[in-house]
């Protein structure tokens, strides 16, 4: 799940919607026993996931946060197969990650930061173990900071999730929802946004979000043309400094040149 770009919610108290998820076309579907799911609905979500769950079709689960009463049996419910990784809301401590990836025998965990102590030791939970990438709550992280802003406050909270990820040397973090789910244009702007501060991926809280969110994240036939010519090039100049379209290609550039090449072939 560490190179996926769109991931889906949906709500565990709504079985019937689990196999169309799987339909949608997202990279990573998350069933989500927390903020989709009534207090009186949780035991009998979890129980209906349970009964769902195949490892034909492995799916990440959003549990409840660590504070809640729910913790302790949404735990019990990770080491069933058909989990393919677990997302750990209001995420603060390496002790509560510890503990979900070892519920799941060593599953990997997908923090959400939503908090203001939750960012603050982003470092440190990105670096703890099994923790495969960070997740952007940003909606609740506003809320946490009593924040009246749009997304451009956010910027360098953004930024710091994707620098911490990197220096943890994990995947590349998710961003945050769209909530306006028929805003065709402003997904879009969000998603390219997120893709050029760094972001892997973007959370999508409707089927009708994956394709939009998938398209951001897919380098253009353009990108992919200048990128080939950019590795064409390096290969006939022996690694020399060479220009291409009129602008100096130097390792940097390579670099860039073969993660677009990457991208785009793991979206084909």
Known sequence: MNNANSLLFVPGSRPERFDKALEAGADAVIIDLEDAVSPADKDTARAALAAWLDPAHPVLVRINAAETQWFLEDLGLLANAGIAGVVLPKAERPVDIAAASHAGKGLAVLPLIES????????VLARSPNVERLVFGTIDFQADMN???????????????????????????????????????LLEAESLRSR??????KLCIHPRQVAVVNRCFTPTADEVAWAQ???????????????????????????????I????????
Do not use: N, W
């Not at 050029?196 to 991926?201: A, D, I, K, S, W």
């Open 116 to 123: 203001a102590r939750g960012y603050e030791q982003r470092h």
């Open 147 to 185: 924040m009246r802003c749009g997304e451009d406050e956010l910027l360098p909270f953004r930024t710091e999730l994707v620098l911490a990820s990197r220096l943890a040397g994990i995947a590349a973090p998710v961003d945050g929802v769209c909530t306006a789910i028929d805003d065709v244009e």
């Open 196 to 201: 050029r501060l760094g972001f892997g991926g």
């Open 229 to 259: 010519r950019v590795i064409d090039a390096d290969a006939r100049s022996g690694g020399a400094v060479v220009a291409v379209d009129g602008k100096m290609v130097d390792r940097p550039v390579v670099l860039r040149a073969t993660t």
């Open 261 to 268: 090449l990457r991208e785009a072939k793991a979206r084909q």
